[in-house]
């Protein structure tokens, strides 16, 4: 019933399921699907009925089994909690229990009066304490990502975090979405244009009033090359968000309702639940679901950062009719465009931003990314021109050049950081990483090797000293911002790749890829320990600041910043040692839970999981104990 232990993920393997969904779901809808298992299921409106459980980025489906018609049970902003339960199922034979995965979803919904009250309000649902919690037995995952985990777990049979959700919506777990419905639904936008993308924050520059619409710039517009690094995060962040009202900006359409999430708190609502009995013991469902789960919370938070926002309803924009054939079309071209041997600096920067913004759109983009190794390995070997030292001499001592080197290396490392999220049901990303497993080490020290940047030369003339201040200053100053935008983009792709490896340590995929063999890797390299720093100096910088809260983009990097230091203290003995050595006085006076409560809200959907994963790192700290391998 469920997918190959060894490939570890469920692939679509089923045509006819395949083919009913590709049938009766809206072409953005199919492709949005991550993965669908065979599975019994029980809830208030299900008993012990054989299904197929379909799970897309938002929403969990259920389908008869041979499929019939399909509905929408779950939206992913309604989960409450995930948790796989120890227990013996009667009604399964002794057999099937011994191999019985018990999954049980807690979701929140509000009643039907308050629903009616607020009709046609969405809103991003946040987290909040789960009070009561059945007193069943729940699996303990001590090698599993520490988001889904409770706060402080108060028994082995209550570890599982519990997230409490507020909205407007009503529930749809009774409604079935035939399929004229379907074919409304749209998850993604889409265009059949290819975008004009943003080729650095250097090179292009957006202006707008206030509610008005800004434009994309044109990479040919600028022909003289980039000119200085404006503030553009200050600027975007003044430039208020307006939705289209196009059904293909679900995510757009939500975070313009950020600043009403919590203007009805006093909303009635009640819990359900939703049991999956999987009669396997490599189905990795369990894992997908947790995943999703949480990519979808990162994405929650971010859409409250005005800067995320605008860049992503820039990205968006004009809408067309979805269609696959010209998402694949597109691919290719850019793909092709990219690979010619002539292309400047310039034009690789401007088709990377373009296969971004694509990316940002439709996520077949990513599957078509990893289809194959080439591009991948195209731009890691693309970074290592540049870093962490350029090969091109000139760059060794011209500091607008080596600016925009960083530049197209950021948008390198970002698009690289996209096409990780949100994949891992994608087999051929794991076939991919594991056949070029030395292209993605060599992208591992790059990551962790901090951009060398030229130094000033001395200048003996009294006027030339004059005039060449101000430039100096101005390049300094840009090339440090990029040193740390750099670092800050590297630690989300490095995040992505720990849980690359903490599957192969759950046993999902090949167990080529294991968390302590990447440390181990990485603790032999030098470089790491400069990264390790920069990492708890950040951290202290985040935390020591007086009366002033975390961006929700600052908020999700420190979750990600977290869950590198965790994976250090873990399973890096002598990482482990180093932090413990060396910032033990920052953890004790810098970096601790009031300093943590005051400068993340509560409102980040990503708070508690922080808060959690920030526990586990203190304990790893105080303690000396054997480090796992």
Same mark, same amino acid.
């Given at each position: 019933?469920?997918?190959?232990?060894?490939?570890?993920?469920?692939?679509?393997?089923?045509? /006819?399921?395949?083919?009913?969904? /590709?049938?009766?779901?809206?072409?953005?809808?199919?492709?949005?699907?991550?993965?669908?298992?065979?599975?019994?299921?029980?809830?208030?409106?299900?008993?012990?009925?054989?299904?197929?459980?379909?799970?897309?980025?938002?929403?969990?489906?259920?389908?008869?089994?041979?499929?019939? $018609?399909?509905?929408?049970?779950?939206?992913?902003?309604?989960?409450?909690?995930?948790?796989?339960?120890?227990?013996?199922?009667?009604? !399964?034979?002794?057999?099937?229990?011994?191999?019985?995965?018990?999954?049980?979803?807690?979701? &929140?919904?509000?009643?039907?009066?308050?629903?009616?009250?607020?009709?046609?309000?969405?809103?991003?649902?946040?987290?909040?304490?789960?009070?009561?919690?059945?007193?069943?037995?729940?699996?303990?995952?001590?090698?599993?990502?520490?988001?889904? /985990?409770?706060?402080? +777990?108060?028994?082995?049979?209550? &570890?599982?975090?519990?997230?409490?959700?507020?909205?407007?919506?009503?529930?749809?777990?009774?409604?079935?979405?035939?399929?004229?419905?379907?074919?409304?639904?749209?998850?993604?936008?889409?265009?059949?244009?290819?975008?004009?993308?943003?080729?650095?924050?250097?090179?292009?520059? $957006?202006?707008?009033?206030?509610?008005?619409?800004?434009?994309?710039?044109?990479?040919?517009?600028?022909?003289?090359?980039?000119?200085?690094?404006?503030?553009?995060?200050?600027?975007?962040?003044?430039?208020?968000?307006?939705?289209?009202?196009?059904?293909?900006?679900?995510?757009?359409?939500?975070?313009?309702?950020?600043?009403?999430?919590?203007?009805?708190?006093?909303?009635?609502?009640?819990?359900?639940?939703?049991?999956?009995?999987?009669?396997?013991?490599?189905? +990795?469902?369990?894992?997908?679901?947790?995943? $999703?789960?949480?990519?979808?919370?990162?994405?929650?938070?971010?859409?409250?950062?005005?800067?995320?926002?605008?860049?992503?309803?820039?990205?968006?924009?004009?809408?067309? +009719?979805?269609?696959?054939?010209?998402?694949? #079309?597109?691919?290719?071209?850019?793909?092709?465009?990219?690979?010619?041997?002539?292309?400047?600096?310039?034009?690789?920067?401007?088709?990377?931003?373009?296969?971004?913004?694509?990316?940002?759109?439709?996520?077949?983009?990513?599957? %078509?990314?990893?289809?194959?190794?080439? %591009?991948?390995?195209?731009?890691?070997?693309?970074?290592?021109?540049?870093?962490?030292?350029?090969?091109?001499?000139?760059?060794?001592?011209?500091?607008?050049?080596?600016?925009?080197?960083?530049?197209?290396?950021?948008?390198?490392?970002?698009?690289?950081?996209?096409?990780?999220?949100?994949?891992?049901?994608?087999?051929?990303?794991?076939?991919?990483?594991?056949?070029?497993?030395?292209?993605?080490?060599?992208?591992?020290?790059?990551?962790?090797?901090?951009?060398?940047?030229?130094?000033?030369?001395?200048?003996?003339?009294?006027?030339?000293?004059?005039?060449?201040?101000?430039?100096?200053?101005?390049?300094?100053?840009?090339?440090?911002?990029?040193?740390?935008?750099?670092?800050?983009?590297?630690?989300?792709?490095?995040?992505?790749? %720990?849980?690359?490896?903490?599957?192969?340590?759950?046993?999902?995929?090949?167990? #080529?890829?294991?968390?302590?063999?990447?440390?181990?890797?990485?603790?032999?390299?030098?470089?790491?320990?400069?990264?390790?720093?920069?990492?708890?100096?950040?951290?202290?910088?985040?935390?020591?600041? &007086?009366?002033?809260?975390?961006? +929700?983009?600052?908020?999700?990097?420190?979750?990600?910043?977290?869950?590198?230091?965790?994976?250090?203290?873990?399973?890096?003995?002598? !990482?482990?040692?180093?932090?413990?050595?060396?910032?033990?006085?920052?953890? /004790?006076?810098?970096?601790?839970?009031?300093?943590?409560?005051?400068?993340?809200?509560?409102?980040?959907?990503?708070?508690?999981?922080?808060?959690?994963?920030?526990?586990?790192?203190?304990?790893?700290?105080?303690?000396?104990?054997?480090?796992?391998?």
């Amino acid at each position: 019933m469920a997918s190959p232990a060894g490939s570890g993920f469920p692939a679509r393997t089923n045509s /006819r399921l395949d083919a009913f969904l /590709r049938r009766h779901l809206a072409p953005e809808v199919y492709d949005a699907i991550r993965a669908y298992e065979p599975c019994i299921v029980v809830s208030d409106s299900e008993k012990h009925t054989l299904k197929y459980l379909v799970l897309s980025d938002q929403l969990i489906y259920l389908t008869e089994n041979p499929p019939k $018609s399909i509905r929408q049970v779950v939206a992913l902003r309604d989960v409450v909690a995930i948790d796989l339960i120890d227990d013996y199922p009667e009604f !399964l034979s002794p057999q099937d229990r011994e191999t019985n995965q018990h999954i049980r979803i807690i979701y &929140s919904t509000v009643l039907k009066k308050e629903c009616e009250k607020s009709k046609g309000v969405r809103k991003l649902l946040l987290p909040f304490h789960h009070a009561n919690a059945n007193n069943k037995k729940v699996k303990e995952e001590n090698n599993g990502p520490v988001f889904w /985990r409770g706060k402080e +777990p108060k028994s082995l049979d209550e &570890s599982s975090l519990r997230y409490h959700r507020e909205s407007n919506t009503p529930s749809k777990d009774s409604t079935v979405c035939p399929p004229s419905d379907l074919k409304k639904l749209s998850l993604h936008g889409q265009s059949a244009l290819r975008p004009l993308p943003t080729p650095s924050r250097r090179s292009c520059q $957006s202006t707008a009033a206030p509610g008005e619409a800004v434009s994309l710039p044109s990479c040919a517009t600028n022909t003289k090359g980039p000119k200085g690094l404006p503030d553009h995060k200050d600027s975007l962040r003044e430039i208020p968000f307006k939705c289209n009202g196009n059904g293909n900006d679900f995510y757009l359409k939500n975070s313009s309702l950020a600043s009403s999430l919590q203007s009805n708190p006093n909303l009635e609502r009640k819990e359900s639940e939703l049991h999956l009995f999987i009669i396997s013991t490599t189905s +990795p469902i369990f894992l997908h679901l947790k995943s $999703s789960w949480n990519n979808y919370i990162i994405k929650a938070t971010l859409l409250q950062d005005p800067l995320y926002v605008s860049e992503l309803s820039l990205a968006i924009g004009y809408q067309k +009719p979805y269609r696959s054939e010209e998402k694949i #079309k597109h691919f290719s071209q850019l793909k092709s465009e990219l690979f010619l041997k002539d292309n400047t600096l310039r034009k690789i920067l401007c088709l990377i931003t373009e296969l971004k913004v694509a990316a940002q759109k439709n996520f077949i983009l990513k599957r %078509l990314f990893w289809k194959t190794s080439d %591009l991948f390995c195209f731009l890691v070997n693309k970074l290592h021109e540049y870093l962490p030292e350029s090969r091109d001499k000139n760059a060794l001592q011209n500091k607008s050049q080596r600016a925009d080197e960083l530049v197209a290396c950021i948008e390198i490392i970002q698009t690289l950081g996209l096409m990780f999220r949100e994949t891992e049901t994608e087999s051929s990303r794991l076939n991919t990483l594991a056949a070029k497993k030395g292209t993605l080490f060599n992208l591992l020290v790059i990551l962790i090797s901090k951009p060398q940047i030229p130094k000033s030369c001395p200048v003996f003339d009294t006027q030339l000293v004059a005039d060449s201040t101000l430039a100096e200053i101005s390049l300094d100053a840009e090339l440090q911002k990029l040193i740390l935008e750099y670092t800050d983009t590297a630690t989300a792709l490095l995040y992505e790749i %720990l849980l690359v490896f903490q599957q192969g340590n759950l046993g999902l995929g090949s167990t #080529k890829f294991a968390i302590s063999w990447m440390m181990s890797f990485l603790q032999s390299h030098p470089p790491i320990v400069t990264f390790v720093d920069s990492i708890v100096k950040q951290v202290v910088k985040g935390l020591s600041a &007086s009366f002033q809260l975390l961006g +929700p983009s600052q908020a999700v990097l420190l979750y990600q910043q977290f869950y590198i230091l965790k994976s250090c203290l873990q399973y890096s003995k002598p !990482l482990a040692e180093y932090i413990r050595n060396n910032y033990r006085e920052e953890f /004790r006076y810098f970096i601790h839970m009031p300093a943590l409560e005051k400068r993340v809200p509560l409102c980040y959907p990503i708070t508690q999981p922080t808060t959690q994963l920030f526990r586990e790192v203190l304990k790893l700290v105080e303690q000396k104990q054997c480090v796992k391998c």
